[in-house]
């Protein structure tokens, strides 16, 4: 009599779950592999984490959790152009105010400089913390203020409008005459 074949499982268990969500968050197979409690070399733990991926039930779980992702991280086409708005017009006077008095050097006659600067920065719960990129404070240097670059979100958010704009639609006859403004230079 030949041998009995085994039934293919078709429930996820608890550790495949748990593999799931931390190769969502690991990236990497063998790592989430190991982690979810599963024994392998580090050899091994690459391979067998890649076809413990591909196992039917596996990756029906994964398209359960995709899809939960997707709900979560839900952006609305105005939530980005509000972003970028943010970044494209702001200014480093949202964030602080520096002042300093002109004095003139002690024995340098006309010689002039700045006295401080000072710096007030902003209380940060009243500020759109979004649009910095980095502040550092050094006893050497001072601080350092970065807010996230504008040029980039300027050209996402022409190009945007670009996209609204081609997004209108006419119905019915034109009875004005469009003149573009490049055409009044001329």
């Avoid at 499982?9 to 990236?27: D, P, S, V």
């Avoid at 550092?136 to 409008?161: C, H, N, V, Y």
Wanted: hydrophobic share 35%; with cysteine; net charge positive.
């Amino acid at each position: 009599m030949p041998p009995l074949k085994k039934k293919a499982r078709t429930k996820i268990t608890a550790q495949e779950k748990k593999f799931c969500n931390l190769y969502l968050k690991l990236g990497n197979y063998g790592k989430a592999y190991t982690a979810a409690g599963y024994r392998s070399s580090s050899k091994n733990a690459s391979r067998n984490g890649l076809r413990l991926f591909n196992t039917a039930r596996v990756q029906e779980y994964w398209q359960e959790i995709l899809e939960q992702a997707d709900e979560e991280l839900l952006v609305s086409r105005k939530d980005i152009i509000l972003a970028l708005r943010d970044i494209a017009f702001s200014d480093m006077n949202d964030f602080l105010r520096w002042k300093g008095r002109v004095v003139e050097k002690e024995g340098a006659s006309g010689d002039i400089y700045l006295q401080g600067p000072e710096i007030d920065l902003f209380n940060s719960t009243d500020l759109n913390g979004k649009v910095v990129q980095s502040v550092t404070f050094s006893p050497k240097d001072g601080f350092d203020f970065k807010l996230e670059p504008r040029l980039p979100a300027l050209k996402l958010l022409a190009q945007i409008k670009k996209m609204l704009i081609n997004e209108v639609k006419h119905s019915g006859e034109v009875t004005e005459k469009v003149i573009f403004k490049d055409d009044l230079d001329e």
